[in-house]
Structure formats: structure tokens, C-alpha cells
């Protein structure tokens, strides 16, 4: 907060939830998942005209729609449709996340282009928009791999160890290479592990989601070696918050952490979600898998010279997570 799997669908444009006529978007999101129907939502708070593009066909029935969204169903990779969408807008925020890190894992050349295509079609739609910026949601938790110092910073090496990481890390440098060719304004926000209401637990990927799921209902939780890896935890409304901002100032950041800067171990996250739910957590170690990083941390000093960010704290973000889980609120999937 401020201190204030490819899936190829039908071509469809939907009008805006309210049931009126559409309303011209001034800023695109691109993946209308877990986190982009957030920033969606907060873009929408914050008095901007938003567009969604997504691959699903179900978003009415999920969490995640907010009326007043106008929401095209679709996949970015139609040129027509593209460019469709991109009529009057003035941002685009490219939150279609691509495959989990197991599954690109399996299958990496796959993950690899169910990443980067849709971002190449979007660099060259906007080839010929000089004043549409580009945000690109990238993986804090990845791209590092294992750095040689916590907190990491922007300024360090990346060097991923998995092909999750690589696809991000690739799509990035495309996307700086298509704005230094377009000159066209860029930010490149590396975000750690975004948790928070909506989120789905059905898949293999948002610990805290899963956790939360199957602790609740007496199931084990797998945590891969002994759950001593750190990882940071981002409250899902605190990226949301600082996409609307640096969107609606127009702040050309390059690459930045979106992160709460703070390391907490994978056991201490379901030690204390046990704790919050009051219902034992049933632990099942698996050996440790060759993609994930050892521990993690961001630092996040270059996000606050930009902005009054101030991150909420893990037990704040999981009571309003647990509260959502308990009021039964539909989850969203991660990547759409």
C-alpha cells in the first residue's frame, strides 16, 4: 500500500460489465488472471477507463471482473484483434503470466513461446504507438536465480536457473529492445511472490493460496526440502496499487522490484497461516526441485524513490486473504 497453458479461444468483445455500452479504454490490460484483474480493478478505483484481454471464456463466473471493465476475449497473438483493443489507449500493462514454473519446467520450449508470443505481438502493435507505454509484469522470484546477496537489487546479476526465470528474463530484453526502438516509455516490474484474495488453489503454483486451502480443510501441504528457503511475499493489492500509480503518473521506471523486502521461510508461511486458520498444518516434505531458487529477497529502495511505498505487512495481507477464502469468493486463475 501508500503511505496515503496456452489456451486458444474465439475471437469475442464483451461490453463492459455494467451492461451499458462500452466505455473507451485508455489503459489495456493484457491477461485478465489473478494480478491482472487486480491492477484492473485498482486502475478502475483510480478513475481510468480500462480494457481486459483474456483468454477465458469464463471471467463473468470468476473473481477478478469489476464493472466498468470492458472485457475482450481473445488471445493477443490475433493482429486484428490486437489492434482492436488498442484503439485510444494510451498504456498497456501486459500481466499474462505464461505457464507455472513446474510446468514450464516439463516443458520449456513450450512455456518459452506461450511467453514471449504474445509479447512480441504486442511490441509490434505498439511499433507504430510511440506514445502508448508498456508495463511488463515480470518475476522478482525468478529472474535472479540464486544471487550472491539478500536483499537482491535491480543492479544485480540475473541469472535464472530455471525456465521459468530464462522466459521472463528473454521477454524482458525484448521488451527493452522494442521501446529503445520505438522510444516508447517502459517499466519492467520484477515482482516477488504476489499472494492475496482471489488468488486460485487448485494449481501448483501461490503457496499461500494452496496453504490456506488445504490447511482449512485438513489436507497436507507439500514443502519441497525442509521449508528453510526464503521467499518474499507481496500483498496482491500493494502491486496493484503501484501499477495504477506509476501508469497513471507515466513514471518511465526501467526495471524495478515490486516486493515487500522482507524474507520469510516456506515453513514459518505455513506455521503461521495454521496459526491464523487455528487448524493444524499436516506437512509433507518432497526433495527439493532443481528450479526453484534457494532463498530470495527484494530490495525495494528503487520503487520507493518513486513512490511513498509502504508494503503491508504478512499478517495483515492474510487475514483480508483468509477473510475472502472464508466468504467463499470465487478464485481466479493465475494466467489468463
Known amino acids: 500500500m501508500f503511505a496515503n497453458g496456452d489456451v486458444s479461444v474465439a475471437r469475442a468483445i464483451l461490453p463492459a ?16 488472471g489473478f494480478l491482472g484483474a487486480a491492477v484492473g480493478r485498482r486502475l478502475l478505483a483510480d478513475g481510468r477507463s480500462v480494457t481486459g484481454l483474456t483468454r477465458s471464456r469464463t471471467w463473468r463466473t470468476e473473481a477478478g471482473t469489476h464493472a466498468g471493465a470492458h472485457i475482450i476475449v481473445g488471445d493477443a497473438g490475433d493482429t486484428e484483434l490486437l489492434n482492436d483493443a488498442l484503439r ?32 512480441v505481438a504486442v511490441t509490434e502493435a505498439l511499433r507504430g504507438r510511440p ?18 546477496r539478500l536483499p537482491v537489487r535491480e543492479e544485480d546479476p540475473a541469472r535464472p536457473i530455471s525456465p521459468y526465470g530464462a522466459s521472463h528474463l528473454a521477454a524482458e530484453t525484448f521488451a527493452e529492445m522494442a521501446a529503445r526502438r520505438s522510444g516508447s516509455m517502459l517499466q519492467i516490474l520484477r515482482c516477488s511472490n504476489v499472494y492475496g484474495p482471489h488468488q486460485a488453489h487448485g494449481g501448483d503454483q501461490g503457496a499461500v493460496a494452496i496453504f490456506l486451502h488445504r490447511i482449512n ?12 528457503a526464503l521467499r518474499d511475499y507481496v ?14 503518473d507515466r513514471i518511465d521506471t526501467g526495471t524495478v522490484n515490486v516486493a515487500s523486502g522482507i524474507g520469510m521461510s516456506v515453513l514459518d508461511v505455513a506455521i503461521t497461516i495454521s496459526d491464523a486458520v487455528g487448524k493444524e498444518a499436516i506437512i509433507d516434505h518432497q ?15 528503487r520503487l520507493q524513490s518513486f513512490l511513498p511505498y509502504v508494503p503491508t505487512d504478512f499478517a495483515t ?8 477464502y472464508a466468504e467463499g469468493i470465487p478464485q481466479a486463475s493465475p494466467n489468463r
Not at 94 to 117: D, E, K, N, R, W
Open 17 to 32: 460489465m455494467t451492461g451499458s455500452e462500452p466505455v473507451t479504454a485508455k489503459v489495456l490490460v493484457i491477461g485478465w
Open 88 to 119: 485510444d489507449i494510451e498504456h498497456v500493462v501486459f500481466a499474462l503470466g505464461g505457464h507455472s514454473p513446474p510446468t514450464a519446467a516439463a516443458q520449456p520450449s513450450v512455456a518459452a513461446m506461450a511467453m514471449l508470443l504474445p509479447l
Open 131 to 148: 506514445r502508448v507505454g508498456l508495463t511488463y509484469m515480470s518475476s522478482g522470484g525468478a529472474v535472479y536465480g540464486n544471487p550472491a
Open 217 to 228: 480443510r485438513g489436507e497436507s501441504i507439500k514443502i519441497f526440502g525442509d521449508g528453510s
Open 235 to 248: 500483498f496482491v493489492e500493494d502491486v496493484a496499487g503501484v501499477v495504477s500509480r506509476l501508469v497513471i
Open 287 to 301: 526433495p527439493e526441485r532443481s528450479f526453484d531458487v534457494r532463498d530470495i529477497v527484494l530490495d525495494i529502495s
Open 317 to 324: 495481507g492474510l487475514a483480508a486473504t483468509a477473510a475472502a
